[in-house]
């Protein structure tokens, strides 16, 4: 597709449900990204592939999180047992090459609602 | 701690009227700051890569300049359709992969 497309645009679910989120990144993008944003705060780094593999796993905030991606294509993360406190847009990014160098074409997110 | 400060926080303009927003940093031996554009429901939209003090980029009504300490983004007479968050961010030395996000500056310019 032309740009970075993100499913569910929308999803609430139930305190301790488990949900997934894609991104399906632009063609030939190798680097890709997915970023949180809650209500009032900045974007929070989660987590960085280049290709398959993720060099930079950081940012996921405890072990209910998780990620993967398939070769340089789509990319699932995972929210086991969600609380109330993963409400937030769950944006998902991708560049060319290295991805060092800042421009990022970004979704436009999905936003997860935790009841 | 890298930090990225912005402001203001919200910032309402008339139709025409010039300003400037203001992008504040501590880094750790900057890589990089960089603009983006987010509108209401959508994800950021890339504008703008500084790297070193003194350097400019324009693109229609914005410019942004950069110094050791702080970023300005320049709206010059500006439209309704400019109304948007504007995010700043930085890269550090020590990870060129993640960006340190402020919390943005909300502009609305009425007609």
């Known amino acids: 597709g032309a740009g970075v497309s993100q499913s569910p645009s929308n999803k609430v679910t139930e305190k301790g449900k488990d949900v997934e989120l894609r991104c399906d990144p632009i063609s030939g993008h190798t680097a890709l990204y997915w970023y949180r944003q809650r209500l009032g705060q900045g974007l929070e780094f989660l987590i960085y592939?280049?290709?398959?593999?993720?060099?930079?796993k950081s940012g996921l905030p405890s072990d209910r999180f998780s990620a993967e991606r398939t070769g340089e294509s789509v990319s699932t993360l995972t929210i086991q047992r969600t609380q109330q406190e993963d409400s937030a847009v769950y944006l998902c990014?991708?560049?060319?090459?290295?991805?060092?160098?800042?421009?990022?074409?970004f979704g436009e997110g999905s936003r997860l609602t935790v009841l | 701690e890298d930090q990225v400060t912005q402001s203001p926080e919200a910032l309402r303009l008339q139709e025409g009227e010039s300003s400037s927003l203001n992008c504040s940093y501590t880094?750790?031996?900057?890589?990089?700051l960089f603009w983006y554009r987010q509108d209401p429901g959508k994800g950021p939209e890339f504008l703008f890569t500084l790297y070193s003090a003194g350097e400019e980029k324009e693109k229609e009504r914005l410019k942004a300049t950069l110094t050791k300490k702080e970023s300005f983004l320049h709206i010059t007479a500006p439209k309704p359709e400019d109304s948007a968050t504007y995010l700043c961010a930085v890269r550090n030395a020590g990870n060129n992969r993640k960006l340190i996000w402020g919390l943005g500056t909300s502009l609305a310019v009425n007609p």
């Open positions: 592939f280049q290709g398959n593999s993720a060099p930079d």
């Open positions: 990014a991708s560049s060319p090459g290295q991805g060092t160098t800042g421009e990022l074409f």
């Open positions: 880094v750790s031996g900057l890589r990089g």
